[in-house]
């Protein structure tokens, strides 16, 4: 059974920046296409960005182009998305995406953008 687990998400200011991290077990984590979407209250979940289970195709939400980067490091069975210049707009719970086969969903972590 896979399991996703995030961290790294908090409260932070206007322009700031946070990583978040998302650490896969129980699979073989460079199969599959990793994810994150975030969802703000009362919205539907979105993505944000992609990347492919070899990391050599990359997409990104409109809103989030040039602001955000996702990367992964199979070898640490871990996805990453960077995310810098934040904006209250950014404010959502962030989910960790797994897909192979089937779909793997983390439990999410708060992110909190204060102007």
């Known amino acids: 059974q896979v399991q996703l687990v995030e961290s790294g998400g908090g409260m932070v200011q206007v322009g700031g920046s946070l990583r978040l991290s998302c650490a896969a077990s129980?699979?073989?984590?460079?199969?599959?296409?990793m994810s994150w979407y975030r969802q703000a209250p009362g919205q539907e979940r979105e993505l944000v960005a992609a990347i492919s289970s070899a990391g050599d195709s990359i997409s990104y939400a409109d809103s989030v182009q040039g602001r955000f980067t996702i990367s992964r490091d199979n070898a640490k069975n871990t996805a990453y998305l960077q995310m810098n210049s934040l904006q209250p707009e950014d404010t959502a719970v962030y989910y960790c995406h797994g897909l192979w086969l089937r779909q793997y969903w983390g439990q999410g972590t708060q992110v909190t953008v204060s102007s």
């Open positions: 129980g699979g073989t984590f460079s199969r599959y296409r």
